[in-house]
């Protein structure tokens, strides 16, 4: 990209982070210095999540889950990577969702999981979301389920019983929280040499593990 057009979007992004200390109603906040360190790429050596593959269809609770990822380049063959991950023990048997992302759609999803979780209360959290970075050569692995659950004050509170979500359901308090609908049972960071854009998805089951299935 153009010197000129990169240096916009730092300044977008600085200015945004500006406003919202300068503005917030918590406290009054005195700015000292600024101090960036920044990156600057060739468009050329971006690159994106073309597809991934899993290495088994079927896993059991504890089992490694093998994960294959192509990312292609602006120019030039596309590279395979491979990333191995652990799976909990005590997850629930049923399907996974395993998604791929880069960092602003892996942002995008938690806010829809769990926008809670992005809404300051004090001085405090507004500045610990300020301080939060997702550089852009990263790419998140989320290994999610589907279970119904709550959040207060951002904190997840999944697979819960009816009867609790029921209760809260018909709480006279509002603003505190909210229902969630997934639980992230694992999560993988990959480190990559160029930024990278893009995001795929994949089902993987859970089967019971051989003992249980002996019991």
């Known amino acids: 990209s153009s010197q000129g057009g990169t240096a916009l979007s730092i300044g977008m992004v600085l200015s945004s982070a500006l406003d919202l200390l300068m503005r917030n109603p918590y406290e009054d906040v005195e700015i000292e ?36 990822i192509s990312v292609q380049p602006w120019l030039g063959k596309s590279e395979v990577l491979h990333e191995d991950i652990d799976l909990p023990e005590g997850i629930d048997t049923g399907s996974l969702l395993v998604t791929v992302a880069d960092a602003n759609k892996y942002v995008t999803d938690k806010i829809l999981r769990n926008p809670d979780r992005f809404r300051p209360r004090d001085i405090d959290s507004l500045l610990d979301l300020v301080d939060e970075s997702y550089p852009n050569n990263e790419m998140y692995v989320t290994v999610s389920a589907l279970s119904l659950g709550l959040s207060e004050f951002g904190k997840e509170m999944p697979d819960l019983p009816s009867s609790i979500l029921r209760v809260m359901a018909d709480h006279p308090d509002r603003g505190k929280g909210g229902f969630t609908m997934t639980e992230v049972v694992a999560e993988h960071v990959i480190v990559a040499d160029r930024p990278i854009s893009g995001q795929q998805r994949i089902m993987v089951e859970v089967e019971p593990s051989r003992a249980n299935r002996l019991n």
């Open 33 to 68: 210095s600024v101090d960036l360190d920044v990156d600057i790429v060739d468009r050329l050596r971006q690159g994106s999540i073309e597809w991934i593959s899993l290495s088994k269809q079927q896993l059991q609770p504890g089992d490694t889950l093998g994960l294959d």
